[in-house]
């Protein structure tokens, strides 16, 4: 009896020995994290302050809309374009041109007789054509500047910071033809080609063009840029081709070319040498460009993830980040992509930070940006809300 409590004493000495052993142990490692943590405060406190500022930073706007001239009301057929050129808004509708301040004042009405009119800005410039007919004009804030006729039908048309007009028309002999003018009216440039080309973009001075054509080589589409001037016959240079649909392109600062197609999206030296190129894991809703700093919303349907990919002149560093799946636009404004979802709209700097947002109650299917505005465009009237960042 005597043996069998002492056996039982020694048991129980042993096993509190060794769960104070083991409290010794834990309370060890925990002293030896908290030193590591103390020791590299450096490297993880500023990381942690940068979340926490990166949301304390984003910008809550009201939402409140603007009222006095706002909204303005679209009157006749609903079907209407919007753009800011030159502290101006524009409205393109069935049979006018109206301009209007950004504070909503009106300004002209200038009456036109296109039928499928299109309109595109660059500078203080506005170009109107008559997509599938032969009739185009160019105008500013204070008049129409001229308007003319081609001989054959316009399919899309560009226009440059300085006014120069650049036309794709249908050829009977080609594929297309490209007719170029300068500001006045003047013819300063045609060329028949022997692909068609879906897109234009000036080159900085405006004295040349890279024209983006599209064909389709066993089954598979591929883009090729090509640059022209304009006061030579031959090209400057012609560029591989890119295994996508050229959607969108443009220079950037440093003379990168980018064109963003359907399924990718690339780079090109000023001598036309591909530098990179971003492939998308999804398809492609949406896409905006500006100094070569391209913002693209990607739906991947079999991960059921929406994505905003930013490419910062370069395909080398993409930012990608996890937003609404609700996102249908995205437009890029001085520097900044900013990204409309069913209800709300949130800019990102190219870093990949959320810099400011806005609720909106109403029912809108696009926006435009500028002074610390956006112009909400809705189905049959413009709201305008404060956007500040």
């Known amino acids: 009896m005597s043996y069998d409590s002492d056996d039982m004493i020694e048991k129980r000495k042993r096993r509190s020995k060794l769960r104070s052993l083991r409290n010794l142990l834990i309370f060890l490692l925990i002293v030896g994290f908290c030193g590591y943590l103390y020791i590299q405060r450096d490297a993880w406190i500023p990381k942690l302050e940068g979340i926490g500022g990166r949301y304390d930073s984003v ?3 009201d939402g409140t809309l603007a009222e006095g001239n706002f909204p303005l009301t679209i009157s006749g057929s609903s079907s209407y374009q919007a753009a800011l050129a030159d502290d101006t808004l524009f409205l393109l509708h069935d049979a006018y041109l109206s301009t209007y301040s950004m504070h909503g004042d009106a300004g002209d009405n200038r ?3 296109f039928q499928n009119a299109t309109m595109n800005t660059a500078g203080k410039y506005v170009l109107l054509f ?11 804030r204070h008049k129409n500047v001229y308007g003319k006729s081609v001989d054959n039908n316009i399919l899309s048309g560009v226009v440059s910071d300085n006014g120069t007009v650049a036309l794709i028309t249908e050829s009977g002999s080609y594929a297309c033809a490209i007719v170029v003018y300068d500001n006045t009216g003047k013819r300063l440039y045609q060329r028949n080609c022997t692909e068609y080309v879906v897109d234009l973009a000036f080159h900085k001075d405006s004295n040349g063009l890279c024209l983006t ?3 389709v080589e066993n089954g598979v589409v591929q883009s090729t840029v090509t640059s022209i001037t304009f006061n030579q016959v031959d090209t400057q240079w012609t560029s591989m081709p890119l295994e996508t649909l050229s959607v969108k392109s443009g220079f950037s600062s440093n003379d990168k070319f980018c064109v963003v197609g359907n399924t990718a999206c690339a780079y090109y030296s000023s ?10 894991n999804g398809t492609l809703v949406s896409a905006d460009l500006e100094n070569g700093k391209a913002a693209l919303i990607i739906q991947d349907d079999q991960k059921r993830n929406t994505s905003l990919v930013l490419l910062d002149q370069s395909v080398s560093s993409p930012k990608v980040l996890s937003i609404d ?6 437009r890029v404004c001085d520097g900044d992509a900013i990204v409309m979802s069913r209800g709300n709209i949130t800019s990102y700097d190219f870093s990949g930070t959320a810099l400011a947002t806005v609720n909106l109650d109403g029912a809108y299917t696009s926006f435009l940006k500028q002074d610390g505005y956006l112009f909400l465009l809705g189905y049959d009237q413009i709201d305008r809300v404060d956007f500040k960042e």
Do not use: C, I, P
Not at 271 to 280: F, I, L, R, S, V
Not at 325 to 330: D, I, L, N, R
């Open 130 to 140: 008559e997509n599938g007919g032969t009739s185009f004009r160019l105008d500013t």
């Open 213 to 215: 054509s599209v064909k």
């Open 271 to 280: 001598a036309g040498e591909m530098q990179g190129t971003y492939n998308y």
């Open 325 to 330: 799946s609700t996102a249908e636009e995205v």
């Open 59 to 61: 910008t809550q706007n």
């Open 111 to 113: 009456q036109h007789a």
